[in-house]
């Protein structure tokens, strides 16, 4: 329930993005929220009180990451942001927009306390050079809390590459060459020994097999439609004989793949796809926010 002048009233859906936009935003005003002085109003009071705790009250300025589901442009949501600066790598909260049949659902959460991992990663955020988008950093954190290394010189199969963060971060760690298979726009003339291959994976894979092409590692973070699977879309590239031995392999599992209202739950309905990978995989690893699992 929301709790709108200290009555509860029921949970319903908003009718647009822009409505749950602002119910976001509304919460977010309470970033400016201080304790009042005697016989002053709270400037919470006029959104109905203060209900919550404000466990941001000293943050400024307020930095809150985007989180939406397929069909909510992260983008459109980021430029209704009021009362706080959208960053996808460095904030405080974390707001989600998330459409479902009967309308949209937003809600706003504190960040998670940083990792030993996720701190050395904001602190090269920092310090580093600009990077194309924030999936730079979700490969990076893979590897890192994976364990894993590319030799130099290696060669790898970027799947679902545009706008460029993993193949950025693949030549930047190993990798001599990259192939960047994405049907989308994408601009590789900054990256040395890139090639942007505009297709679907599927539509570039009888082309690759024709060149007698082999990578030394396949990565894929591409957003499938409901009822596709990352690991089919592994398995096919397994299949051609594109991968070396000793290949190294990371994809991204999105939540479309498998619902679940907890990490527990997702992780169950998960199982499967681990299954499936694990038959042609060694030394599989699955990594969530909480820490990493591995999995025979």
């Not at 974390?94 to 309308?103: D, F, L, N, Q, W």
């Not at 499936?276 to 820490?291: D, K, L």
Request: some cysteine; glycine content about 8%; aromatic content about 6%.
């Amino acid at each position: 329930v929301y709790f709108v002048g200290g009555h509860p009233e029921p949970l319903l859906p908003f009718a647009s993005v822009e409505a749950a936009m602002r119910a976001i935003n509304s919460q977010l005003a309470y970033s400016s929220c201080s304790r009042p002085e005697p016989g002053q109003a709270a400037s919470c009071s006029e959104i109905g009180g203060c209900h919550r705790r404000c466990w941001w009250r000293e943050l400024a300025p307020v930095r809150v990451r985007l989180r939406c589901s397929p069909g909510v442009s992260v983008m459109v949501c980021a430029e209704m942001v009021e009362g706080a600066v959208a960053s996808p790598t460095q904030h405080d909260l974390i707001a989600s927009v998330v459409m479902s049949g009967e309308g949209f659902w937003s809600g706003l959460k504190q960040a998670s306390p940083q990792t030993p991992q996720r701190a050395a990663l904001a602190h090269m955020s920092k310090t580093s050079d600009a990077v194309t988008c924030r999936a730079y950093f979700k490969l990076a954190e893979a590897m890192q809390r994976s364990g894993l290394s590319l030799r130099a010189g290696s060669t790898a199969l970027d799947a679902g590459a545009a706008p460029g963060g993993w193949t950025k971060w693949l030549l930047g760690n190993g990798c001599s060459e990259v192939v960047a298979v994405d049907p989308s726009d994408m601009d590789v003339s900054a990256l040395v020994g890139a090639t942007h291959v505009k297709a679907t994976l599927h539509q570039a894979l009888g082309e690759l097999e024709k060149e007698g092409r082999s990578f030394d590692a396949f990565v894929s973070d591409m957003r499938l439609p409901l009822g596709h699977s990352a690991v089919d879309e592994f398995l096919a590239v397994a299949k051609q004989g594109l991968l070396n031995d000793e290949a190294i392999v990371v994809i991204s599992i999105k939540g479309s793949e498998a619902k679940g209202h907890s990490e527990a739950r997702f992780e169950q309905l998960l199982q499967p796809q681990i299954d499936r990978f694990s038959a042609v995989c060694s030394g599989v690893q699955m990594c969530n926010e909480s820490g990493r699992i591995s999995c025979k």
